[in-house]
């Protein structure tokens, strides 16, 4: 361990005794004398030791060295941030039920939620929620006839992070609702049998003080899989309204993170202070240090440093982090492919730059923090923010943003067509954004458009580049000169959910058919997905199309050799689809497949998810339903699940309710087959 020549020195254990002591209570500048200086925390080579005078010393500026770094000033007021007498409760002050309205009312950043407070027992944490029947909750009964045990099964693992909006909105509303908990297995059975995970403890030291690991309750493993959404105002949200979270180590250490997020250090710090007398663990004592810092109290900080240190905490980030605050040196991270909230809010306090590598761990909330960080080389931004948007963490006018804020060179502006062709990179995609936002020309702007839903259909992000362009689709007016970009502007506007500025198109298109060979071809290769959607009436709907369809889909461009598998993969999934929303499919389209191979490789759920899926929606239990769907589809989603599974989770999800989800899944599936 490398000693400053100017700190104290504690020999052997005794040392790291003391260090642990003054670290566990704060000790005060008080306590220590009147004041406290700064010094370097590890300076860069040791020198020897000379005897230290470790009396009560007058508070004076420490002067600095010729060549020394001035240490910089506080990020927050100077203040002691030794933890209080008694913990400073955090969590909302609980009214009586007779004043939940106005209780609610009063909590920042909430909007009151109405529901049957009679209906729920006032200590089951488990049963709160954000989201009642009027917000787009699944209703107080979601979890009624459903097994406890199955919901503690399946919640931890269902997917948190794909690039399915509608799975995301789906599980964010069953992780919100207000409703009560299901029931154990047997009378008596445990509430949970999931404990919680213990912290990070020092190798050559177990921690001191760390009360029991809580049960994890229902409350828990749903904090835990919207922390895993990246969806950190939905966390906020929950946590406010969860009773008793000023004594849940696994609630406050959530909440902890997601205030490091937001880099809210006004509300992070007072909440480490009040635990750290109680919990001596890794998590809590990096805080502290990290607070410390923020407060100027370099020397304490130093303390903790130390003694992490000796214990073999590894944390190379961390480390160069707190000596960029102390003014050690500039602040250089190398690698960070592992971020943790705690390192984000440091290196927004230390103004570091982040590696490249630190998007490379696809957390949603990562991304975000990544895409809105400002200072950043643009390409990583923009990747950070193409991610995030595509899971649904980043609202998608952020990224239209990043896509403007880039700057290009003339030359390239006057060739965009060929760059983004050429190079397919984050880039390139703000380059065609750039450009259709200026050109004037409709055709010419049409042509660009098309690029890039084209290039986004390659890359599988067609749904993204669908909303991005959203505005600038609505700008053109459907008419005859514009029937060849048709195919285009209909699929991306019913990926939006535009079915009213879709369905004009389509008219447009329908009208062309008459006359016009290619309008015609247009109609047919259109009709099945704008059907899918529900831009077509049942009086304009006949199975009979469903032959035209496939032979555009044959229908050679280009000289290009048609992929008759595909064509069949096509119709499999479309055929599929049609009959999950209620529409019938002729046995003779359906015979038509059975030219192709009589087996497939793809990858489906256990055949126990298909049978208590359907037992599930066939029985009304909503929740169950849920949850099995999104667990069945998995982390790929829609655009990757085999037909016959995307087909009974579309059915299930109709069987409680839940049409329009149902129908958007379809569509999602549908328009990145190419259909």
Not at 346 to 361: H, N, Y
Request: hydrophobic share 45%.
């Amino acid at each position: 361990m490398t000693v400053s020549p100017n700190k104290p020195k504690f020999p052997g254990r005794a040392g790291a005794l003391f260090l642990s002591l003054a670290l566990s209570v704060g000790l005060s500048a008080a306590a220590l004398g009147q004041g406290v200086t700064t010094q370097p925390l590890r300076p860069p080579a040791p020198g020897p030791i000379a005897p230290q005078n470790i009396a009560p010393q007058p508070l004076q500026p420490p002067a600095p060295a010729p060549e020394a770094v001035v240490p910089p000033k506080p990020l927050l007021p100077v203040q002691s941030l030794e933890p209080p007498t008694r913990p400073t409760s955090l969590a909302p002050t609980t009214a009586p039920k007779s004043e939940e309205g106005d209780a609610a009312k009063s909590r920042p950043g909430l909007l009151p939620v109405k529901f049957d407070v009679e209906a729920l027992d006032a200590t089951d944490r488990d049963s709160i929620g954000t989201l009642g029947d009027d917000e787009g909750g699944f209703g107080l009964e979601m979890w009624a006839g459903t097994r406890r045990s199955l919901v503690e099964t399946l919640l931890p693992s269902v997917p948190a992070q794909s690039s399915s909006r509608i799975m995301r909105g789906l599980l964010r509303r069953l992780l919100l609702s207000v409703a009560k908990a299901p029931l154990a297995n047997v009378p008596g059975e445990a509430a949970s049998t999931y404990k919680a995970s213990s912290d990070q403890a020092a190798p050559q030291k177990p921690p001191q003080n760390i009360p029991p690991s809580p049960q994890k309750g229902l409350i828990h493993l749903r904090i835990e899989r919207l922390a895993a959404m990246g969806d950190i105002g939905a966390v906020d949200a929950l946590l406010k309204v969860a009773p008793d979270r000023e004594n849940d180590q696994i609630l406050l250490r959530n909440e902890a993170d997601i205030l490091f997020y937001g880099n809210d250090y006004a509300r992070v710090c007072p909440l480490v202070a009040s635990q750290i007398r109680q919990v001596a663990t890794v998590y809590w004592r990096k805080a502290f240090i990290f607070c410390q810092a923020l407060a100027g109290e370099h020397e304490r900080a130093s303390l903790g440093v130390t003694l992490l240190e000796e214990q073999g905490e590894e944390d190379p980030v961390f480390y160069n982090l707190i000596d960029a605050l102390a003014g050690l040196e500039k602040p250089k991270i190398e690698s960070m492919g592992n971020p943790r909230p705690l390192h984000f809010a440091m290196a927004r306090a230390a103004k570091a730059k982040l590696p490249g590598d630190v998007i490379s761990s696809n957390h949603p909330a990562v991304l975000k923090t990544v895409a809105r960080t400002p200072g950043l080389h643009p390409e990583l931004r923009i990747d950070a923010a193409e991610r995030a948007e595509a899971m649904g963490a980043l609202e998608t006018r952020i990224l239209r943003d990043l896509y403007t804020s880039v700057t290009f060179s003339q030359e390239v502006l006057e060739n965009p067509l060929t760059t983004a062709e050429s190079e397919r990179s984050p880039l390139s995609r703000a380059l065609l954004y750039r450009k259709a936002l200026v050109e004037s020309i409709p055709t010419a702007k049409a042509g660009i458009v098309s690029q890039a839903l084209t290039l986004a259909r390659d890359g599988g992000r067609f749904q993204s580049t669908a909303r991005v362009y959203a505005d600038v689709l609505r700008e053109f007016k459907p008419s005859r000169d514009l029937v060849w970009f048709a195919a285009d502007v209909v699929r991306a506007l019913l990926a939006t959910g535009d079915l009213e500025t879709a369905a004009a198109w389509l008219d447009v298109v329908r009208t062309s058919a008459v006359f016009d060979e290619k309008s015609a071809m247009l109609r047919d290769e259109l009709f099945p997905l704008a059907r899918l959607a529900g831009a077509v009436s049942d009086d304009d709907w006949a199975p009979a199309v469903l032959g035209a369809w496939q032979n555009s889909q044959r229908r050679a461009e280009n000289g290009t050799v048609v992929n008759e598998d595909q064509v069949l993969a096509r119709s499999a999934l479309l055929y599929n689809l049609l009959e999950a929303l209620g529409d019938e499919v002729p046995d003779r389209q359906w015979e038509g497949l059975l030219s192709g191979p009589p087996q497939r490789t793809t990858v489906v759920p256990r055949p126990v998810f298909w049978r208590n899926l359907r037992n599930a929606a066939v029985q009304q239990r909503v929740g169950e339903t849920v949850l099995l769907a999104l667990t069945a589809l998995g982390q790929a989603g829609p655009t990757e699940a085999d037909p016959t599974l995307l087909r009974t989770v579309i059915e299930s999800l109709r069987g409680v309710g839940l049409g329009d989800e149902a129908r958007a899944l379809a569509i999602e599936a549908a328009v990145a087959a190419g259909i």
